[in-house]
């Protein structure tokens, strides 16, 4: 027996730390809530770093468009000046609108008004491998972030936090594929739960018979009790319903461009 | 200790380059992962105790920047390690080519093992149809990074010395009596 073992002692070694190793990430599954000493360290270790290549890549950008890069910039600037007319068309038109919405609301008393404090926050990092999607972001436990928070762009949904050092969280995404959020569609109030799907959202359980379309709008349900009541996730894309089956397939795409996003919002409050 | 902490900065700048600075240039997909090639050279060049050690470190800090859960990747890479290990025993680990092939053969092993344990252990649904189309830009980027990294090595060591295989290397070297 001991011969054996000494025989397969170095196989033996590689089986049990593998078991370990195995044993650890089994364990930190059921610990998702939490950020351990190691994961904090390296956060909090890399934050400075991130921020400091985010910074410097800005500025050789910056310096590159405003001084080098002027190629179009006549042009673009006729295209500009008649955008700006346009806009100021538009933003009297919006005012006119808030103004409208406003009293409207009181009059009608819409208890559904998503009205939170939040914290604007920095992307510094995107995730390390192709197949999750996470982002690190600039604030972290000191500015009062903490695990479960949900972080929302002007767009849309971004996702939720799920790590935290003191100076970074890391978010992730709601096209990540581990990602699952309560989902209503808008139009029809079909409910159903918004599933990441890398590049793209899915929205499971919607029944075989309930009424979606392409192009409507998808927004949180705030069943979960982590995201407010109302936010756009997405617009419907594609709509499938077997001839069997009880839900239908439903693709999503995500109302958010994650691939330019660089200023998001964490939503650090109750509702008022 | 100094070629420890040496393979952990690097390590440091693998993920911070992933995360701050590939980004801005390419896709996703098309990021190569860097700590992957580190980890098979860690496995061609170290001694196994130091080899393992630094692969619990470096798949640690990959998991703190990927994904939801401590350990996965420490488990992938440690996997890998082993296999380039079991593997190193019968090549000729000298052969720059042969580097490559193990880069691509590690990008799949990588793949794979990340399918099996977030469907087997997280139950995270769809990830294999997230890992799979993304397999092949994964496998480029691998293979022209490390392509690019090999040549500018060699040519590195080629004005600075006369040896002509892969530096660091010397514990294979040794062993096989290169």
Redesign the interface.
């Known amino acids: 027996m001991r011969d054996l073992i000494r025989r397969y002692r170095n196989l033996l070694l ?1 089986v049990a ?2 078991l370990s ?2 044993l ?6 059921r ?2 809530a939490s950020t ?1 000493f ?2 904090r360290a ?2 909090t ?2 934050a400075p ?2 921020a400091s ?2 910074g410097a ?1 800005d500025a050789v950008f910056g310096w590159w468009q405003h001084y080098l890069w002027l190629v179009n910039a006549e042009q673009r600037n006729v295209e500009l000046v008649q955008e700006n007319l346009q806009l100021r068309k538009s933003l009297q038109q919006v005012e006119e609108f808030r103004l409208q919405n406003e009293r409207l609301r009181e009059l009608l008393a819409f208890v559904d008004d998503i009205d939170r404090p939040a914290l604007p926050a920095q992307v ?11 982002i ?1 972001i600039d604030k972290g436990t000191r500015a009062g972030l903490r695990t479960g928070l949900p972080v929302v762009a002007a767009d849309g949904v971004v996702g939720r936090i ?2 935290s050092s003191p100076n970074s969280s ?1 978010v ?1 995404l709601v096209t990540d ?2 990602s699952a959020i309560a989902a209503l569609v808008q139009r029809t109030r079909t409910r159903g739960v918004a ?4 590049a793209e959202l ?1 929205l499971d359980f919607a029944l075989r018979d309930a009424d979606i379309e392409p192009n409507d709008l998808l927004v949180t349900s705030g069943m979960g009790g982590v995201f407010p009541k109302g936010l756009p996730l997405g617009q419907i894309g594609q709509v499938e319903r077997d001839e069997f089956g009880l839900f239908q397939r439903v693709k999503v795409a995500p109302a958010v461009d994650f ?1 330019h996003l660089e200023e998001v919002l964490v939503v650090v409050g109750e509702d008022r | 200790m100094r070629g420890f902490f040496l393979y952990l900065s690097l390590g440091m700048l693998a993920v911070l380059l992933r995360t701050s600075v590939f980004p801005l240039f390419f896709t996703p997909g098309f990021c190569p992962d860097l700590l992957l090639v580190l980890v098979i050279y860690l496995g061609l060049s170290e001694n196994m105790l130091r080899a393992v050690l630094l692969t619990l470190l470096l798949g640690g800090m990959q998991d703190s920047f990927s994904g939801t859960s401590l350990g996965l990747y420490v488990f992938v890479c440690l996997t890998i390690l082993l296999l380039v290990r079991l593997l190193s025993e019968h090549l000729n680990v000298e052969s720059p080519p042969l580097l490559i092939l193990l880069i691509a053969g590690g990008t799949v092993t990588q793949n794979l093992l990340l399918a099996v344990c977030l469907t087997m252990f997280a139950d995270v649904g769809p990830v294999v149809q997230v890992l799979l189309p993304a397999l092949p830009q994964q496998m480029l980027a691998n293979l022209l990074a490390s392509f690019l990294i090999l040549s500018f090595v060699l040519k590195i060591q080629h004005l600075f010395g006369n040896r002509a295989g892969l530096a660091g290397l010397v514990y294979q070297s040794k062993r096989h009596g290169t």
């Open positions: 590689a730390l593998l190793v195995l650890l990430y089994s364990y930190n599954l610990q998702k351990t190691f994961e390296v956060l270790l890399a770093f991130q290549i985010d890549s510094i990092g995107e995730d390390v491998s192709s197949w999750a999607r996470t690190t799920i790590k890391r992730l594929a581990s599933r990441g799907r890398g899915s691939s």
